[in-house]
């Protein structure tokens, strides 16, 4: 009976690999999270982002066989520009606001990136979210760089909508710890 049982298993996930390719078009948003300080600036703030020409951050394979390529559908850049002006306002910092020279905050997304490996019928699935924080103040550059990676696992394919919402969680924790380096942030108050 258990052996007729196994070969029924063995047989259905057999049938159902190849059954799900599909793409996961997602759009880039990271998370905002509510500040826990509030900081005021000297001088002006002008921030930039460079640009993220990745399209295709991932593949996910389960299993089972179910397939997805993980697509970004929006413009990065953008969307990282909008998540910096709203994280640092949220902090208390006036970009506009302030005596010249300005200080100079530039984000680089270096790498963002949704890989698989399958374990038996488990998936497990790394998040990877990088990015490079510099500030120019004068005379004075500082840069650093905040990695933030999350693990997974899971038995099906996720849904376009869980994995939109990892990524851009990911990403904006990642974010947030820019805005706790004490030496970017003074380089900012001052």
């Known amino acids: 009976m258990s052996k007729l049982l196994l070969g029924s298993v063995i047989f259905a996930a057999m049938a159902l690999q190849g059954c799900a390719n599909t793409t996961h078009t997602i759009n880039i948003e990271p998370k905002t999270f509510i500040a826990d300080q509030q900081y005021s600036n000297q001088h002006q703030i002008h921030y930039s982002v460079k640009p993220f ?4 951050i991932g593949n996910i394979k389960t299993g089972i066989g179910e397939k997805a390529t993980i ?17 640092l306002a949220d902090y ?6 302030g005596s010249l020279p300005a200080t100079l905050f530039m984000i680089e997304l270096s790498n963002l990136s949704y890989t698989t490996r399958t374990i038996a019928l488990k998936t497990e699935a790394t998040l990877i ?3 490079k924080a510099t500030v120019v103040k004068g005379d004075q ?7 933030s990676e999350k693990i997974d696992q899971y038995g099906t394919l996720p849904d376009r909508e869980v994995v939109e919402e990892e990524i851009n969680q ?21």
């Open 71 to 87: 697509v970004v559908g929006n413009n990065v850049r953008s969307a990282l520009e909008a998540s910096l002006s709203s994280k």
């Open 129 to 131: 979210a990088d990015i």
């Open 92 to 97: 208390g910092f006036q970009s506009n606001q």
């Open 53 to 56: 020409s990745v399209n295709k």
């Open 170 to 190: 990911l990403l904006g924790k990642t974010i947030d710890r820019a805005f706790h380096d004490k030496k970017l942030i003074a380089l900012l108050s001052y």
């Open 141 to 147: 550059t500082y840069s650093a760089n905040f990695k």
